[in-house]
């Protein structure tokens, strides 16, 4: 309910008191609906996967306060230590997708819409399926070797997942996100279009970013 409360609110954004009062019974044409503009460019992709590694990494510290604790600065070096010098976590004594010691949810979920939300950003940029997945790719391993590794061993199933995992679900939101475009602005539209790219049309909302 907060997440489609959180969907309505930006749907609604920047929506007069007139408009809200009276809604034209008759839907715009699709023409009039804001689309984003593929630029081609790495600016937005950049900022965008920046912002979702730091979101990610101030998310770890208030679900696992102890585990992501900042203060611990020698734990960190050693951990960033054992990062680069060993390779990445693979127990064959656990299930692939757990292999990582981390619940198998996390992995296929947590990682898979990580992933998505690199590369569905990426695509809405003007870059190529291929493209995208090595923004993907690239941006998970700055998760894994840079941002998580102090405090833990880089996944080996989570640097083969995320790209794939966001690959497969970030092509679908893309796409996703496309067809609801092409059709007359709807209020059911909109929401449907804010919650399959929530942090895409706050940033187009708000910041007033291009793509």
Known sequence: MVFLGLAFAIATAGLSAAQTGAIDREP?????????????????????????????????????????????????????????????????????????????????????????????????CGHGPAASAAAVAATSFAWEYVVEAPYKRPSAVDLVWTPLGGLVFGELRFQLGRWLREGASTPVRTILLVATDPFGELERRVFGTRC
Not at 42 to 60: D, F, K
Not at 97 to 123: C, K, M, Q
């Open 28 to 124: 715009a044409p699709a023409s009039q609906r804001p689309e984003p503009q593929a630029e081609g460019g790495w600016r937005i992709p950049v900022l965008h996967a920046a912002g979702t590694l730091a979101a990610m990494r101030i998310s770890a510290s208030i679900v696992w306060p102890q585990a992501y604790d900042p203060t611990r600065l020698p734990d960190q070096f050693r951990g960033l230590e054992r990062a680069w010098s060993r390779l990445p976590e693979f127990r064959r004594d656990r299930p692939l997708l757990g292999s990582d010691g981390d619940p198998w949810t996390i992995n296929v979920f947590g990682h898979g819409l990580f992933g998505s939300e690199i590369y569905a950003r990426t695509r809405q």
